[in-house]
């Protein structure tokens, strides 16, 4: 038995996510599906600043201040480090809903529904909650089985539901959601100054070389500059014009899809219920908020089943206990145990059934002490060989 | 024994439709992660409403601790932007730390309530932060004593 444990490679959850995500360096790295856009920013940003830290730095160290290419320094690996952040963590993905969970919404929405006469359409699933005085309606999502939380939206590119979807950015290769908002915000923002700083940097450079050497030489020694300022001016115009829509997003506490979709825009429609009505306020909640911590446990290992056992068993089992049990033993007694989650067979009980489930736990009463004693001991000690 | 492999079936049918109660999420005071204290009915003859209430009322605090935009949270993102998240990876959020402390509070009642009772109280972090779950414990074990039952009356044990 331990020779196999030895041999066995551990699963880890990511490997099992449904979604259409990649995933690296076992799980601490999570990315959208199409990454080529992602790779072209990359080489854009590191690119530039080598440009610049190859030509224009050593000018500008000796003849302005060594400040120059130190801060130019400090801000690229500020970008990067937003940069990498945003594309690398979790958004906020909503894990799916286990075949329990799914199944007892499936129940309170038949039982909310009430007979459908064949060849009529169901009603839409939606679910209506009150927020601050103001009626937002929940959607249901078919692919993750739930009904979204507030401001919640599935991602068809990742084929995730994720918590303040704000939109799928394909030059960070990732979906921008809760988690990694203000990462993507300050991503957008040093760049914007980065941009500007060499590009200002660059006009700097060129005056004073030209000064001394004339203009048409001093393109012939720095041929990069000509590379960076192209560069730069492009980059200028889309990264400070989106980053000023993210302020402009922020001050009012909206998502990008909000927006898209007009949400909260028009006299007939609700006002944003989430906004603060102060600028300050709104920009705190966004960008001063405790980071969230995922909710995906990528990282934690797979139990495949209760007869081998993972070294992480025990520590792990704090947490996998619940889940693990019910879903073993229907899994293992599947022949003997009647299909228990087809609604088509909890349907008629729904009524009685929760009579039945009132009334069976007082018959589960007197057997249960004397079963469970004699046999639970006996199953779980196998478990731990 | 036919007889007795019905009257089986049937208890585990009915046992197994009352395997999970979920608690949802309270989406009043916005998105904030607080769960609905509306005692459930499928609940009702396995624990008392005042210990149901309690459980998730203090679990409401720990989430609205931990979500609170105060004077820590600000010193903790200002810090971390500073350094540029880099922080992060060697330093526990205070979320992360309050999480702990949750799961803890969660074990201590499932120790102290909720096994006696033949329930079983799930961490939300494993359901998304959706829903909060009771799991009927009673099932599990009455699943696995009626398995090996029939086993041992097919093979005539």
């Known amino acids: ?385 | 024994p036919a007889d007795t492999f019905h009257n089986l079936q049937e208890l585990r049918h009915s046992a197994s439709l009352a395997t999970k109660v979920f608690i949802q999420r309270d989406y009043s005071d916005s998105t904030i992660c607080k769960f609905q204290t509306k005692f459930p009915a499928e609940l009702d003859s396995r624990i008392e409403r005042s210990l149901f209430e309690e459980t998730v009322k203090t679990l409401n605090c720990y989430y609205g601790e931990a979500e609170k935009i105060g004077g820590q949270s600000y010193l903790e993102g200002c810090l971390a932007c500073a350094t540029a998240y880099i922080i992060f990876l060697c330093m526990e959020t205070r979320y992360e730390k309050i999480l702990k402390k949750i799961s803890m509070y969660i074990q201590e009642q499932n120790e102290k309530i909720y096994a006696p009772r033949g329930l079983l109280l799930t961490d939300p972090i494993e359901r998304g932060m959706r829903v909060v779950s009771f799991a009927n414990t009673w099932d599990v074990f009455l699943s696995v004593g009626t398995t090996l039952k029939e086993l041992c009356t097919i093979y005539k044990l």
Not at chain 1, 1 to 9: C, L, N, Q
């Open chain 1, 1 to 385: 038995m331990s020779a196999v444990m030895i041999t066995r490679k551990v699963t880890r959850k990511w490997e099992k996510l449904p979604g259409k995500n990649t995933f690296c360096c076992d799980g601490r790295v999570m990315m959208g599906r199409q990454k080529g856009v992602f790779y072209l920013t990359l080489f854009l940003i590191v690119g530039t600043c080598s440009l610049f830290f190859a030509f224009e730095c050593p000018y500008l160290a000796v003849h302005l201040s060594p400040a120059i290419p130190v801060f130019a320094v400090l801000l690229f690996v500020f970008v990067m480090a937003m940069l990498l952040r945003t594309s690398f963590s979790d958004p906020g993905v909503l894990p799916r809903a286990l075949p329990e969970e799914a199944n007892f919404i499936e129940m309170e929405i038949e039982a909310a529904n009430g007979n459908v006469m064949a060849g009529q359409r169901p009603p839409p699933r939606i679910k209506n909650v009150q927020i601050n005085n103001q009626i937002v309606k929940l959607k249901y999502c078919y692919t993750c089985k739930i009904f979204r939380p507030p401001r919640a939206s599935h991602c068809s590119i990742c084929d995730n539901c994720v918590d303040r979807f704000d939109h799928h950015c394909p030059w960070v290769g990732n979906c921008v959601g809760k988690r990694n908002y203000r990462y993507f915000y300050l991503f957008t923002l040093s760049l914007s100054l980065l941009t500007i700083y060499i590009f200002a940097f660059n006009i700097v450079h060129v005056v004073l070389r030209s000064v001394d050497s004339g203009f048409v030489n001093t393109i012939k020694e720095t041929p990069g500059t000509v590379l960076e300022v192209l560069v730069c001016f492009f980059t200028l115009w889309s990264v400070v014009g989106l980053t000023g829509f993210h302020t402009y997003l922020i001050s009012l506490n909206q998502t990008t899809n909000e927006d898209i979709k007009g949400s909260w825009s028009g006299k007939n429609r609700v006002q944003n219920p989430y906004s603060h009505k102060s600028i300050i306020k709104n920009c705190c909640e966004v960008l001063c908020s405790p980071t969230y911590p995922s909710v995906l446990d990528r990282r934690g290992v797979m139990l495949e089943d209760l007869s081998s056992p993972t070294p992480s068993d025990a520590s792990a089992a704090s947490t996998h206990q619940s889940s693990n049990p019910v879903s073993q033993t229907t899994k293992s007694s599947a022949p003997l145990i009647p299909n228990e989650h087809t609604p088509d067979e909890a349907k008629p009980g729904i009524g009685s059934g929760t009579q039945k489930s009132t009334s069976s736990p007082k018959e589960e009463k007197p057997p249960s002490p004397t079963s469970p004693n004699a046999v639970a001991p006996a199953v779980i000690k196998e478990s731990s060989h």
